[in-house]
DNA sequence: GCGCTTTTGACAATCATTATCATTGTCAGC
DNA sequence: GCTGACAATGATAATGATTGTCAAAAGCGC
């Protein structure tokens, strides 16, 4: 028996991936970490790339995005509940807090009698930079 | 010359699932709502159903939700922006309209420099009814 | 070190969505 | 009401990300 279910061992390749989550800025596709990793040597298959981001992203240690009509994006992102705004263009992100959010989204759900809540919100738009270059 | 692009003919096809959208109540996927109008005798092939449903998305005539883990689902909503509110278990959404969250997105984003500014929203949880049956 | 258990990873399978392209249906002008 | 140009259709194949499979290869507790 287990209070927690957690029991996860060290592997190489788990570190391989949370190394380069750590590393790299911006948000990235799984296909993009298995090559990055490819590209570094690691010999990670990608199979295990997606089974580790989710373990991840399960544990809440890393945020998921799915941008329309796109892959999944990982990214390692600070503590806590967050969202994010984007920029369309270069793939630039940003971590907003809203508490107003929250808790409008609570309040709304309660008030439909909705239990269990959780909700999504991403932001898009150009950032300063790329609207320059236009 | 024209001042909207939009040279739409009209077809049947395009009535038929513009009926149908009018009809149901929830969230269609468009292999669900392909089904349907299978099943109505209207011979309607896939390949129609997801290009009319993207020119009826872009014509913000419907909305799409790309729920985590799934299709793409599509409803006919009333005009104007609004979020959902969407049951987990039975599929129920309950359009929601919350001013302040557009005006905190607008103004995060300005904040920032991004211009071009859109943003999605949902917020799952599980409605009143498919609470009480657990 | 030993053995049990989890993890890995190459490959195949899945499945929604998109591209292709010859055929068909619409609409505007006559 | 015809006709012809051109958009729309749809059967099928292609795409591409994600997931399933299962034998082989590490971890971890002892």
Same mark, same amino acid.
């Given at each position: 028996? @287990?209070?927690?279910? *957690?029991?996860? %061992? @060290?592997?190489?390749?788990? =570190?391989?991936?949370?190394?380069?989550? @750590?590393?790299?800025?911006? /948000? @990235?596709?799984?296909?993009?970490?298995?090559?990055?990793?490819?590209? %570094?040597?690691?010999?990670?298959?990608?199979? *295990?790339?997606? #089974?580790?981001?989710?373990?991840?992203? &399960? $544990?809440?240690?890393?945020?998921?995005?799915?941008? !329309?009509?796109?892959?999944?994006?990982? #990214? %390692?992102? =600070?503590?806590?509940?967050?969202?994010?705004?984007?920029? #369309? =263009?270069?793939?630039?992100?940003?971590?907003?807090?809203? !508490? $107003? +959010?929250?808790?409008?989204? &609570?309040?709304?759900?309660?008030?439909?009698? /909705? +239990?269990?809540?959780?909700?999504?919100?991403?932001?898009?738009?150009?950032? !300063?930079?790329?609207?320059?270059? %236009?």
């Amino acid at each position: 028996m @287990n209070i927690d279910s *957690t029991a996860q %061992r @060290n592997t190489k390749q788990r =570190s391989a991936v949370s190394a380069v989550l @750590n590393e790299t800025e911006g /948000f @990235n596709s799984a296909q993009d970490l298995h090559a990055i990793l490819r590209d %570094r040597g690691e010999r990670v298959g990608l199979t *295990t790339v997606y #089974r580790t981001l989710q373990g991840l992203a &399960d $544990a809440g240690e890393i945020d998921v995005m799915r941008p !329309p009509g796109g892959e999944h994006l990982y #990214r %390692r992102c =600070s503590q806590g509940h967050h969202h994010h705004l984007v920029c #369309r =263009s270069c793939g630039r992100a940003v971590e907003v807090e809203g !508490p $107003a +959010v929250e808790s409008w989204a &609570d309040r709304v759900a309660a008030k439909h009698g /909705f +239990v269990d809540v959780s909700h999504t919100m991403e932001i898009f738009g150009t950032c !300063p930079e790329c609207a320059a270059k %236009r």
